[in-house]
C-alpha cells in the first residue's frame, strides 16, 4: 500500500523523528510512505528528510496529521481540493493529534482552542475530509473518534544505557508550550535538593522567554515559564535542536523528565516524546497520571513515576543510584517494541483505512 502523510513538518518540533519511522516500517513490510509536497532547500520545506512527493494520483490511501493547525506547508486550500478529488473519501484519515476535535475545554491553564468557534471550525473541517478522525488516546471523548496511538517506539533508536558520566544529572528536551504546571512538580522536588545536584537543564522554546513568533500567534501566554524561578535553582536554558537530535540531547542527562501539557493529561494522550525518551540513555522520570502510565508503559513503569508525595526523594534515588533503574528501562523498552512499534501502529493504520 502507498500512504501518503499531509503534514506541516518542522526542524525543531513534531513529528518528523515519527514520521521517518513509518517510512522504515513501510519499507520493511512492502508498503510506502510518503509526505505530501515539495522539497526545495532553504525554500520550501525544512532541510530533513523525510520523502516528499506531489504524485497524489499514485497514493492508495491520505492521512492527515493535524497538530496546532489545519493548514497545509507550503499550500492553499487549492491542495486540499486536489488531493480529496484524487483520493475517495473513505480512504482518507484524520490524526488529530492535538486533541483538538473536541469541543472547548479549559484545564487548569491549558484549553483546546481559544473559543467554541474556533473548536467548530477545527471540527468541520475534519469532518469535510473524513469520516475517519483518530487521536492518539485510548479514551477519547467523541463517540466517533478512533483511539489511535500513531506515536510510536522505534528499537532502532535506543541508546546503550551506559555508566558514563553526564554532562547534566537532569535534563528536559522540550518546548514550554502548556507545561509550566508539570515542570513546577519536578521544580518543587529539585528545590529542596538542588545544592545535591550538577547541572540542570531545559532545551527548547520559551524557557528564557517566548519564542519571537508567539506574539502573533496569540500564544505568548501558552509558552509562560517562570524565568526567576529557573535561574533561581541554577537551571540552564538552551536553545531548540533539530529532531534528529532530541534522543542524543536526552541522553545528556542522568534523567529526563516526561511531561505532558495539562489538557494532553486530561484526555491521556501521547506524544513522541513518551516513547523517544525511553529510547535515550538516560532514566525517564515520568511526570504523568499512574493511570495513563499503567496504559502506556504497563505495571512497571510505575517503578519510573515522579510520586506527589517526597518527590525529593524519587529524583535523588534516579540520579544519584541510575542503575537500580536499568532493568525497569530495558523492561519498558521491550513491551514498547513489543506493543508500540512503528511495525504495530502501520498495521493498525491500514486496518483502519480499509475498515
Given amino acids: 500500500m502507498k500512504l501518503m502523510f499531509v503534514y506541516w513538518a518542522m526542524e525543531d518540533q513534531g513529528s518528523g523523528l515519527v514520521i521517518q519511522g513509518y517510512t522504515e516500517a513501510a519499507r520493511a513490510l512492502g508498503h510506502e510512505v ?8 532553504g525554500k520550501i520545506n525544512p532541510d530533513i528528510p523525510l520523502n516528499y512527493s506531489l504524485d497524489i494520483e499514485s497514493a492508495d490511501a491520505v492521512v492527515f496529521i493535524f497538530e496546532w493547525t489545519t493548514e497545509l506547508k507550503p499550500g492553499d486550500q487549492l491542495d486540499v481540493a486536489r488531493i480529496v478529488s484524487k483520493v475517495p473519501r ?16 479549559r484545564v487548569a491553564d491549558d484549553y483546546s482552542h481559544t473559543d467554541a468557534a474556533e473548536s467548530k471550525r477545527w ?8 469520516d475517519k478522525i483518530c487521536q492518539p488516546t485510548l479514551h477519547p471523548i467523541r463517540s466517533n473518534v478512533i483511539p489511535f496511538l500513531f506515536y510510536a517506539y522505534n528499537p532502532s533508536w535506543e541508546r546503550p544505557l551506559s555508566t558514563d558520566v553526564k554532562g547534566f544529572d537532569m535534563i528536559y528536551v522540550g518546548h514550554s508550550k502548556f507545561r509550566w ?7 518543587q522536588g529539585v528545590e529542596p535538593i538542588r545544592p545535591r545536584l550538577r547541572r540542570i537543564g531545559v532545551v527548547g522554546y520559551g524557557w528564557d522567554a517566548p519564542p519571537h513568533w508567539a506574539g502573533s500567534m496569540q500564544l505568548e501566554r501558552a509558552y509562560f515559564a517562570d524565568t526567576g524561578k529557573l535561574k533561581s535553582l541554577g537551571i540552564e536554558p538552551l536553545p ?14 542522568v534523567c529526563n523528565p516526561v511531561l505532558l501539557r495539562s489538557l494532553f493529561s486530561h484526555l491521556r494522550i501521547v506524544t513522541p516524546r513518551l516513547f523517544e525518551t525511553v529510547a535515550a540513555d538516560t ?17 512497571q513503569g510505575l517503578e519510573l513515576l515522579l510520586p506527589e508525595e517526597a518527590p525529593q526523594e524519587k529524583i535523588l534515588d534516579i540520579i544519584h543510584h541510575p542503575a537500580r533503574y536499568r532493568d525497569v528501562v530495558m523492561g519498558v523498552r ?22
Wanted: hydrophobic share 40%; proline share 4%; aromatic share 8%.
Fill in 283 to 299: 532514566i525517564p522520570l515520568l511526570v504523568l497520571d499512574p493511570l495513563h502510565v499503567r496504559d502506556i508503559y504497563g505495571e
Fill in 123 to 130: 471540527i468541520d473541517t475534519c469532518d469535510s475530509i473524513s
Fill in 34 to 41: 510518503s509526505v505530501y509536497g515539495r522539497w526545495i532547500p
Fill in 240 to 253: 531548540p535542536v533539530r529532531f534528529q537530535y532530541v534522543i542524543d540531547w536526552m541522553s545528556k542527562g
Fill in 181 to 187: 504546571c508539570s515542570m513546577m512538580r519536578v521544580l
Fill in 90 to 105: 473513505d480512504r482518507r484519515v484524520v490524526l488529530d493529534g492535538d486533541g483538538k476535535y473536541n469541543d472547548l475545554i
Fill in 334 to 355: 521491550r513491551h514498547f517494541a513489543r506493543t508500540h512499534s512503528h511495525a504495530a501502529r502501520l498495521r493498525r493504520l491500514i486496518e483502519i483505512i480499509e475498515s
